[in-house]
């Protein structure tokens, strides 16, 4: 959902907020935003797409722009290996929090990249679930007439679907439990420090080598 995937993003900046006052003060104005664009480029030379893998071509993002542009033969292009700023584990996540919340001076950035280095598998693949199905239906009511406005308008859908995906597997998520515990907790860390000890090692090993071919000379 765009406001799990939101405050995961947020919290990787360095918000330190809890998920439901991120819900509370974060507003969504899609269709405002694409009646200004609307007006200044004409409707006739937009293509709105809604942001749901059930409704990209083979279910992939890329497929999808390609085939917006109306290329075919995507044979030579590469898809990244990698997902681009994908949305970490809620675990990992939790320490990003942790770590905003405190007072002492860290690299978010770097913090992130270690965490994402040194954990096998640090990506939520299916995105990460925050809220509770009440919470969920909620923020649907709370959108359901702009949705509807943007399928029926910029979609050209008459039964004002904006998504598809039955509303049972939305709701349905069990919200994962706020506290990172002490069996979460120990094992990213040794992952941590084990993999960085063996990387000072093979420093350690390529400065002693270097040495060792440092020629000696009589001053």
Sequence with gaps: MFFESSYNQHVKAGTATTVEKFIKTRKVRWLEILDTYSEVF???????????KSQFKNQDL????????????????????????????????KIIKYANESELEIDLNQLKQIIINHVSDPYAANGNTYLSGGQRLEILGRYKQMNEQIAQKYLHRDDGKLFV??????????PEHDNLTIEETIPLLLKI???QDSEISEIKEQLNKIKCNIPITNQ
Aim: aromatic content about 6%; glycine content about 6%; charged content about 30%.
């Design 42 to 52: 004409g409707l006739e030379a937009m293509i709105v797409r809604p942001f749901e």
């Design 62 to 93: 890329i497929d999808d722009f390609l085939s917006i542009l109306e290329i075919n033969d995507t044979s030579g292009f590469k898809k990244p290996l990698i997902r681009k700023n994908a949305s970490i584990k809620n675990n990992l996540l």
């Design 165 to 174: 995906e039955p509303i049972g597997q939305i709701i349905d998520k069990e």
């Design 193 to 195: 420090i084990l993999s």
